[in-house]
């Protein structure tokens, strides 16, 4: 009983922390997208997918093409998310 309790107590914790870091990150990849830790949130999802790739595998060699006839990736858009961001330093003074 006094275990469910803890676990009630911890959960109730661990649950506040991963909503204020949501908050944190979501705050951080809006307002500073070239910085520190939106590389890291970038770089961590970019890993996390190459891991669950590499899980994957023998899966994807056993069921060989996917459904459709395309056998790999093709990307419908890849916008460059730094171009918003680049100073282009045609600023005209009046």
């Not at 590499?54 to 994807?60: D, G």
């Not at 069921?63 to 282009?88: C, E, F, K, L, N």
Request: proline share 4%; glycine share 10%; hydrophobic share 40%.
């Amino acid at each position: 009983e006094q275990e469910e309790e803890v676990a009630a107590k911890v959960g109730g914790l661990v649950f506040l922390f991963a909503i204020f870091g949501m908050i944190f990150t979501a705050h951080q990849m809006s307002e500073n997208p070239d910085g520190l830790y939106a590389s890291l949130c970038r770089l961590a999802i970019t890993f996390s997918g190459c891991v669950i790739k590499i899980i994957l595998m023998p899966f994807r060699s056993f069921m060989g093409q996917r459904i459709g006839g395309h056998p790999g990736h093709q990307p419908v858009s890849t916008i460059d998310y730094r171009d918003t961001y680049r100073g282009t330093n045609d600023i005209e003074f009046s």
